[in-house]
């Protein structure tokens, strides 16, 4: 019996190597290529395989929302964190966009701003001087609405930096 089964076991391998099965549905549309060095004394080689790829344009959306009853050394330090990112994307192909929010008793936003090149132009609105209230209500409202306005960024790639002193006021 076992002899038998060895042998109709032998005669389906045999059968199915003789005929290619040949998968159907695969179309590859990507290019790839691969590379092998020779043989060394080892009998190893090194295989390379290379597939195209393409990165991704990241952009992002940073809001500030800014109390202007903080003081300014607050506003220095919101400063110097936007100087450190700039830094930083300067090394890569990263994009952030930069709006301004300051409330008072009211919201005071800006346009957006790209970062590595309108620097001084955050900078202004930032240090742009308004007085009277802390309405922090309408400061985030109107950094929300900054940020939904803009499609051109994913929803994941989306900031807000709300920096009071946290005294605040109802407004009606």
Not at 52 to 62: A, G, Q
Not at 112 to 126: D, G, P, R, V, Y
Not at 140 to 165: H, I, P, T, W
Request: charged residues 20%.
């Amino acid at each position: 019996m076992k002899k038998l089964i060895c042998l109709l076991t032998t005669f389906l391998s045999l059968f199915f190597m003789m005929k290619p099965v040949e998968a159907t549905g695969l179309k590859w549309e990507i290019s790839k290529s691969k590379t092998a060095t020779q043989l060394d004394s080892n009998y190893q080689s090194q295989v390379a395989l290379s597939l195209p790829s393409k990165s991704e344009n990241l952009v992002s959306d940073v809001v500030f929302v800014l109390d202007k009853s903080t003081s300014a050394q607050i506003e220095n330090q919101a400063l110097e964190m936007l100087e450190q990112l700039k830094a930083q994307i300067e090394k890569t192909d990263a994009k952030v966009k930069v709006g301004i929010v300051i409330f008072n008793k009211t919201a005071h936003v800006s346009s957006w701003f790209n970062l590595t090149s309108q620097m001084s132009q955050i900078k202004e609105a930032i240090q742009q001087e308004i007085t009277s209230g802390t309405n922090s209500h309408a400061g985030l409202l109107a950094g929300k609405e900054l940020l939904d306005n803009d499609k051109e960024v994913e929803a994941q790639r989306k900031y807000m930096v709300f920096v009071s002193d946290g005294i605040t006021y109802m407004y009606n």
